[in-house]
Nanobody, 129 residues
Framework: QVQLVESGGGSVQAGGSLTLSCSVS????????VGWFRQAPGKEREAVAD????????YYANSVKGRFTISQDNAKSTVYLQMNSLKVEDTGTYYC??????????????????????WGQGTQVTVSS
């Protein structure tokens, strides 16, 4: 059974850093796109970044480019989201999600959140001014 478990959320002041972790289990293939999404109160869930387990260029939303870095440790089956220079508007619940797809689609971000069928429980990130 596929399962995703996030950890690493917390509270930080603007300009600070946090690293989120997503433990991925149950997949026997590498043709899987693992993404980070976030949702602020009253707003729709939006994509933040994603990475293909089989390798390739990550995808980043414009709002986090240059500040966030997604990476993976395949030996540990874990995907990380390093968040630097955090802003108040980065506040929200961060979710890890996974879906089998091809590398090109994963890298291009040519999908929408409902395309991902497996989701973690979420972890809260709060950035204060």
């Amino acid at each position: 059974q596929v399962q995703l478990v996030e950890s690493g959320g917390g509270s930080v002041q603007a300009g600070g850093s946090l690293t989120l972790s997503c433990s991925v289990s149950g997949y026997r293939v590498t043709s899987v796109c693992v993404g980070w999404f976030r949702q602020a109160p009253g707003k729709e869930r939006e994509a933040v970044a994603d990475i293909y387990r089989g390798g390739g260029s990550p995808y980043y939303a414009n709002s986090v480019k240059g500040r966030f870095t997604i990476s993976q440790d395949n030996a540990k089956s874990t995907v990380y989201l390093q968040m630097n220079s955090l802003k108040v508007e980065d506040t929200g619940t961060y979710y890890c999600a996974a879906q089998q797809m091809n590398r090109a689609d994963c890298s291009s971000g040519s999908w929408s959140p409902p395309d991902f069928r497996v989701w973690g429980q979420g972890t809260q990130v709060t950035v204060s001014s």
